[in-house]
């Protein structure tokens, strides 16, 4: 007989939890409906979604699409007129806004200039008058324009006051306010990026592309021609053809003349990038089967092996944006890109280069400021698209 001493004890029962809520039988449904939307979702779908959790990313393009849209009203945004002259305020300090006036509220308003010389240096000096509060008007009828040099206008966002003056930002030499020729030249500096990475981009794919798909003497050529275009250094290049432009030349043929140099010498970067995924892409299944069925080269290339990795193309050349506008700028800068009449940025930036104004008319270096804030902004949202478009991340 065995002693029961010996035997085992059983094992006290697990306390089994019940949940009291009520059992929903479509949550399951709403599980598998959301599990089907991610992983029947397309490319740019999923694109789209991890370019939305990249926060400064979303902030940087929403900047810039409000500065791209500025450029369609900027003859709303600018108070004055791109080319008028204020005689009598020439570089004169930016006008503050202020809201109370003697500790009473007056909305927005600025106080108007007193004029003095200096005995010393003969230096015209400005000074707020404090008794002459002259406040703004906003959505108003100011200054005449030409609507993008084809309908006329005088339709402003703000205007100064009857009579009285309004310089955000100060004026220039000439006595032309820089803040509304900063809105005017931002129309400039921005286009010129985008126009150009169009150019190129179409240069690289196209080259690139044949390159890529047909090899043999066609890849040595377009890399000879690649590796002669990168082994000259960049700022003589550019500021020997921007030199070589005739100066007889309209305002707008050396704007397109610039754009054009820039084009052909940012491709080859983009164009190596198109060639080596190309490269790789044309020996897979999907395209050695469109080849057996008898599609043309421009079609495989253009719809099946192009699309594979065109989110990597556009955030290559997000990134080259920025490297365009300040090409622009610095050439500009150096009296050898855009000239006046033409406004740009740089063009602006070029009235500066005396250090003895700059120190004593600081403002004059401001238009270095939208310049800073757009290629910030491009390299934020650059990188979340890079992201967006990386299927591991």
């Not at 890529?212 to 050529?221: A, T």
């Not at 997000?318 to 610095?330: C, F, G, K, R, V």
């Amino acid at each position: 007989m065995t002693d029961t001493a010996d035997r085992p004890t059983p094992p006290s029962a697990t306390p089994h939890y019940v949940n009291p809520a009520p059992w929903d039988p479509y949550v399951s449904e709403k599980l598998t409906a959301e599990q089907e939307k991610y992983y029947m979702a397309g490319q740019w779908k999923l694109m789209w979604w991890r370019f939305r959790r990249h926060r400064p990313a979303v902030v940087s393009a929403a900047f810039l699409a409000l500065m791209y849209f500025s450029c369609l009203i900027s003859e709303w945004i600018a108070p004055h007129d791109l080319h008028t002259r204020h005689v009598k305020y020439i570089f004169a300090p930016p006008q503050g806004i202020h809201l109370f006036h003697e500790g009473k509220f007056l909305g927005p308003f600025v106080y108007a200039f007193k004029m003095e010389r200096d005995p010393e240096t003969l230096q015209r000096v400005y000074t707020p008058d404090t008794t002459q509060p002259q406040p703004l008007r906003f959505f108003c009828r100011g200054e005449r324009y030409e609507f993008w040099g084809l309908v006329e206008g005088s339709f402003h966002f703000v205007c100064p006051a009857e009579g009285g003056t309004f310089f955000f930002l100060g004026t220039d030499r000439l006595g032309r306010d820089m803040f509304s020729r900063i809105v005017y030249a931002a129309r400039i500096s921005l286009t010129i990026g985008v126009i150009g990475i169009v150019l190129s981009f179409a240069l690289a794919l196209i080259l690139g592309g044949l390159a890529g798909y047909y090899g043999g003497w066609v890849d040595s050529v377009v890399q000879r021609i690649t590796e002669i275009l990168k082994s000259f250094p960049h700022l003589p290049l550019w500021l020997a053809l921007s030199a070589a432009l005739p100066v007889t030349w309209s305002p707008l043929l050396v704007y397109f003349g610039i754009t054009l140099i820039l084009a052909l010498l940012d491709w080859p970067s983009l164009g190596r990038a198109v060639r080596s995924k190309l490269l790789s892409l044309r020996e897979e299944d999907y395209a050695m089967a469109a080849q057996m069925m008898g599609a043309k080269p421009g079609r495989i290339i253009g719809r099946h092996l192009l699309p594979g990795f065109m989110s990597h193309l556009i955030a290559s050349a997000t990134l080259s944006i920025p490297s365009m506008i300040l090409a622009e700028t610095a050439l500009s800068f150096l009296g050898l890109g855009l000239r006046p009449p033409i406004t740009s940025w740089g063009v602006l930036l070029n009235e500066a280069t005396d250090i003895n104004v700059v120190a004593v008319n600081w403002w004059l270096m401001l238009p270095v400021v939208p310049v800073i804030l757009v290629i910030l902004a491009y390299q934020f949202m650059g990188d979340g698209m890079r992201d967006a478009a990386d299927p591991y991340a």
